[in-house]
């Protein structure tokens, strides 16, 4: 059974950073890649990055030159640092494992940009 978990997301002023952490554990076959998504109040789901098992990352154009996707050694341990923080960056933050059988999520971590 795939599990992931989030950190702790928290209160971060306007221009601040933060950096979240996924990891992932359990037997993981025919990896493709990990995902950040974000969910805001009152909005879809929103794809933010994402970084493959090759290393190739992507990103939404409204994080683009701010957040960070990283997966620094061989385990699944995915970092999204996001700086330079905007209000409209307030969102529960979802990371997914994308798999050729399929996707696993956390359960989400609550990150709030506010003054």
């Known amino acids: 059974q795939v599990q992931l978990v989030e950190s702790v997301g928290g209160l971060v002023q306007p221009g601040g950073s933060l950096r979240l952490s996924c990891s992932v554990s359990g037997r993981i076959l025919n990896f493709v890649a990990i995902a950040w998504h974000r969910r805001a109040p009152a909005k879809g789901r929103e794809l933010v990055a994402t970084?493959?098992?090759?290393?190739?990352?992507s990103y939404a154009d409204s994080v683009k030159g701010r957040f960070t996707i990283s997966r620094p050694n061989a385990n699944y341990a995915v970092y999204l640092k996001m700086n330079s923080l905007k209000p409209e960056d307030t969102a529960v933050y979802y990371c997914?494992?994308?798999?050729?059988?399929?996707?696993?999520w956390g359960q989400g971590t609550q990150v709030t940009v506010s003054s």
């Open positions: 997914q494992l994308i798999t050729l059988g399929g996707n696993d």
């Open positions: 970084i493959s098992g090759g290393g190739i990352t």
